[in-house]
């Protein structure tokens, strides 16, 4: 069974950096690789996409609204990807969920695993 | 520039009733589009994956058509525990990848 297990809640200053991490764990995975996608919720707000990496290829997709902010990485021993953004604002706040695909074939393509949720607050 | 566009942005409707949310896409594609339910406090859950297969698990209610631009999901015989935010998310490789707006569903 497949589960994603995410770093814990982050409390940051406008202008910093957070860094979560995801690791995935089970078996079940696309026979491509383990793809981890990166969806944001801010509060009372829908759910907005941020990217995917493949784990072991080290593959890289960002959306375009934060591809100068963000820096997806990987651990392939760990299977534990990383989600880095940097230079925060307060609409930075919400929830930071990772999620994955073992339903479509694909690495990243419907999400059916997501992980609990980081919480990453930015406050001055 | 590409956009998703989901409707109703909420709708309420009574236990037994037939309810359809729909989202529009302003270029093909093709089958690349999931359905998710968010219920208060919980993560996102997949309902349907590529436009109209049911997820394994998800009551038989729950049904998706379309393709190319416009996308339903149908949710037959409403249940109180149906009460949700619904989400589409078009995946198709071209387009920014996108959830929807979202569809608050609540019971009369």
């Known amino acids: 069974q497949v589960q994603l297990v995410q770093s814990g809640a982050e409390v940051k200053k406008p202008g910093a950096s957070v860094k979560v991490s995801c690791r995935a764990s089970?078996?079940?995975?696309?026979?491509?690789?383990?793809?981890i996608g990166w969806v944001r919720q801010a509060p009372g707000q829908g759910l907005e996409w941020m990217g995917w990496?493949?784990?072991?290829?080290?593959?890289?997709h960002y959306a375009q609204k934060f591809q100068s902010r963000v820096t997806m990485t990987a651990d392939t021993s760990t299977r534990t990807a990383y989600m880095e953004l940097s230079s925060l604002r307060s609409d930075d706040t919400a929830i930071y969920y990772c999620?994955?695909?073992?339903?479509?074939?694909?690495?990243?393509?419907?999400?059916?695993?997501w992980g609990p949720g980081t919480m990453v607050t930015v406050s001055s | 520039d590409f956009q998703m566009t989901q409707s109703p942005s909420s709708l309420s409707a009574s236990v037994g009733d037939r309810v359809t949310i729909t989202c529009r896409a302003t270029?093909?594609?093709?089958?690349?589009l999931n359905w998710y339910q968010q219920k208060p406090g919980k993560t996102p859950n997949l309902l349907i994956y590529?436009?109209?297969i049911l997820r394994s698990g998800v009551p038989s209610r729950f049904s998706g058509s379309g393709s190319g631009t416009d996308f339903t999901l149908t949710i037959t015989n409403l249940q109180l525990e149906d009460v949700a935010i619904y989400f589409c998310h078009q995946t198709y490789s071209g387009p920014p990848e996108a959830f929807g707006q979202g569809t608050k569903l609540e019971i009369k």
């Open positions: 590529s436009a109209s």
């Open positions: 089970g078996h079940g995975f696309s026979r491509y690789g383990i793809g």
């Open positions: 990496i493949s784990i072991y290829s080290g593959g890289t």
């Open positions: 270029q093909n594609i093709g089958t690349y």
């Open positions: 999620a994955t695909d073992t339903v479509t074939g694909y690495q990243a393509d419907a999400f059916d695993i």
